[in-house]
């Protein structure tokens, strides 16, 4: 099947819609929620969180001993919880840094996580088979109720995201600030945690323990390139989410079903790639741009106020001189002259120059700050 | 004549571990004046207004605004915290972020509207920031953040003000239109209390001061209390300045 294909079969085929709408579905609920985490300077807590969601998953198994998605979620997002508060304990009750704490934690629960796959494993237990999934994730396993339960995850984030608007921005933005005026800031804290673990505890069938932090991160680190405003930040980011789990799910199927997580990740990273080059405001390229345009600015205003200094010690500022005097100028090339010439500061009569009324003028104001106007 | 008392502070006691930041700090600002907290790093002093505001949790002590439970009294007062405490490159406007400063007024859920603009634009051009209003915040220079933390707190439309080093990296231009305001907000009959790190400045901006190390060295009238001998017992050094007469 090639991406033609897919995306003809994508709206009919069963199996297609579900899982295409499932990965989109969950691309734009963490690149929604991904921009709170960014924006906290947390952004390492997803990685610790789905790392510690793999504990969870294992003890739901050995404890059901069913492998219904939703029961396992369910031990993820409790293990995944508790790592959460045990990161915030660490660094709230010890001198430990934050890394150090979000390090321990990730590395203590996976290892434990993986202790107990390997011990499932080793059970005769037939059903066990592919618990594993979980480790770098498999869309093609997701259902519609899988779908249903995202869908309905997803509405009710977006309720409280709505409803908390105002709270989770001052938050985010000044904490202390937010305690004086009388808001409780721990409890608009929880919420926002809560609802980046729950995020992450829904990608993990698709997107895997491993590789979940990326669609949490790279959707909003890309879509913070494109604006200035929070509110357009966050739906920027689930937009690109929302793509990237589309273009993963469709190049993965089309493409001999390469792993769908993997690939959707690759393409969250492009995302950022190109935000981070292309951006109008913050993109290297045009950053670039601006900075040699700036240089040429400066070359040329110092070229136009070499000019001035001659032509001030004369009574007559239009009094012709010799265009070779400039060569003694290091600024000055033949470039700069012409383009002078363009903006009539200067006007050239053979081998000589002569500043224009207008070019006096500008050169005598240049980069005098009480005469500019700050907007 | 007895003065009101703005701000009432009893046996405050603050520490982060074993040893205290703050200890058993008595306190009493009266309404009206403009007090400058002067002590050496490390003296407490942003500590003070973070526990006076309930941002610290204090070991001991406790704190009144007129006569009752901060918890009571929280519409009274406004916080203008260190420029530095938060991220400039936050996706937002400097408009908002005056906004904020009626966020407590609304209490949860409840949007801001157009009553709520109107203020944010009359404290954003008391603080003459008004042509930077839709810029983003972290395209402001040092001095224009400062500036609309202030309007922030204008916005609270307070009795009582507490800043954080609102001269801190500020040029000599808005170092002056801070202290106007300031000596607006005291002319209003506002209590305004302020971290302040220039020694040589204290005379001449405000009327109060308290001198802070660990433990309160003394408070009262600059004209009375601003001498060399508290200057010493505060820094520990001879510390030598001229106040004019």
């Known amino acids: 099947m090639d991406l033609q294909e897919y995306f003809s079969l994508v709206f009919t085929d069963y199996t297609l819609r579900t899982i295409t709408l499932g990965t989109a579905i969950l691309g734009a609920v963490t690149g929604m929620l991904g921009s709170f985490a960014v924006l906290r300077k947390q952004s390492l807590l997803g990685d610790a969180i789905s790392h510690a969601a793999l504990p969870g998953i294992a003890i739901a198994f050995l404890i059901t001993g069913a492998k219904d998605s939703n029961i396992l979620l369910l031990g993820a997002l409790v293990s995944g919880l508790i790592g959460t508060f045990w990161i915030r304990g660490i660094i709230k009750k010890t001198h430990l840094k934050s890394d150090t704490a979000l390090g321990l934690i990730l590395s203590l629960f996976f290892g434990f996580g993986m202790l107990l796959l390997t011990f499932i494993q080793k059970q005769p237990n037939a059903n066990q088979a592919g618990l594993d999934k979980y480790l770098f994730g498999q869309a093609a396993t997701l259902v519609e109720s899988d779908v249903w339960m995202m869908t309905i995850v997803t509405g009710f984030c977006l309720f409280i995201l709505l409803l908390f608007w105002k709270e989770f921005k001052i938050l985010l933005f000044d904490a202390d600030y937010t305690k004086t005026l009388g808001f409780n800031t721990k409890f608009i804290d929880i919420l926002i945690t809560t609802f980046i673990v729950l995020a992450i505890v829904l990608g993990l069938q698709t997107v895997g323990v491993v590789l979940m932090s990326a669609m949490l991160l790279a959707p909003a680190a890309a879509a913070r390139q494109w604006t200035n405003s929070l509110g357009r930040m966050v739906i920027i980011a689930a937009i690109f989410g929302a793509l990237s789990g589309v273009f993963g799910t469709a190049v993965s199927a089309s493409q001999n079903n390469l792993s769908t997580g993997p690939v959707i990740v690759i393409i969250a990273s492009i995302f950022v790639l190109v935000s981070f080059v292309f951006s109008p405001s913050r993109g290297l390229l045009f950053k670039q741009i601006r900075f040699i345009k700036n240089r040429r600015d400066l070359q040329l205003h110092k070229t136009l106020s070499f000019m001035y200094n001659i032509a001030k010690t004369h009574e007559n500022i239009a009094h012709p001189h010799a265009i070779k005097i400039l060569n003694n100028f290091q600024g000055y090339t033949r470039g700069t002259l012409q383009k002078l010439v363009r903006k009539n500061y200067v006007s050239l009569d053979g081998n000589q120059w002569s500043l224009t009324q207008e070019g006096y003028k500008t050169a005598a104001n240049l980069y005098n700050q009480q005469t500019q106007n700050d907007e | ?245």
């Open chain 2, 1 to 245: 004549m007895k003065q009101t008392i703005a701000v009432q502070v009893d046996d405050l006691t603050v520490a982060y571990n074993y040893k205290p930041v703050l200890w058993d700090i008595d306190l009493e600002i009266p309404e009206g004046v403009l007090m400058a907290i002067v002590g050496p790093n490390g003296a407490g002093k942003s500590t003070l207004i973070k526990s006076i505001l309930g941002i610290l949790k204090p070991i001991a002590g406790s704190v009144s605004i007129y006569g009752k439970p901060y918890d009571k009294q929280r519409s009274l007062v406004a916080y203008v915290p260190q420029k530095g405490s938060v991220d400039w490159d936050f996706p937002t406007t400097a408009l908002d972020v005056v906004m904020m400063g009626t966020y407590g007024s609304l209490g949860w859920i409840k949007r801001p509207g157009q009553k709520e603009k109107k203020a944010a634009l009359e404290a954003l051009e008391k603080v003459g920031m008004l042509p930077f209003k839709n810029r983003q915040i972290s395209q402001l220079s040092g001095g224009q953040q400062q500036r609309i933390f202030l309007a922030r707190a204008l916005v609270q439309n307070a009795s009582i003000y507490f800043m954080d080093e609102p001269f801190q990296g500020v040029d000599a231009t808005t170092e002056i239109a801070i202290i106007n305001i300031l000596k607006e907000l005291r002319k209003a009959g506002k209590t305004v209390i302020v971290v302040h790190h220039d020694l040589q400045t204290v005379p001449e901006y405000f009327d109060w001061v308290t001198f802070l190390n660990v433990k309160k060295i003394a408070t009262g009238p600059v004209k009375d209390i601003f001498n060399d001998d508290n200057l010493t017992k505060t820094y520990g050094i001879n510390y030598k300045v001229s106040i004019q007469e």
